[in-house]
């Protein structure tokens, strides 16, 4: 989400980042620089992307219906996964 707030085009500058205004709760498409943004991930060095983190869980609680979670189903559990994201 950084990089479409910091390519917002109705911001006026670095300093507007940590306003209201680079936080919507819904980003339009159309207040995207695409260029500017694809133009920043291809500046992008492979030494800065940090390694990619993965979990192990070793233990993990039963949740119980209608008291830790009130969706419809037979699980609360979606996914066992280091990857999932």
Known sequence: MFWIRITNKHLAGPKQYLSGKAHPTVFEGRGVDALKLVQLAHA?????IPPMVQLKVVREGVSIRDVDYFEPGR???????????
């Open 75 to 85: 699980t609360e559990r979606l996914a066992d996964n280091a990857c999932v994201s």
């Open 44 to 48: 992008i060095a492979l030494d800065d």
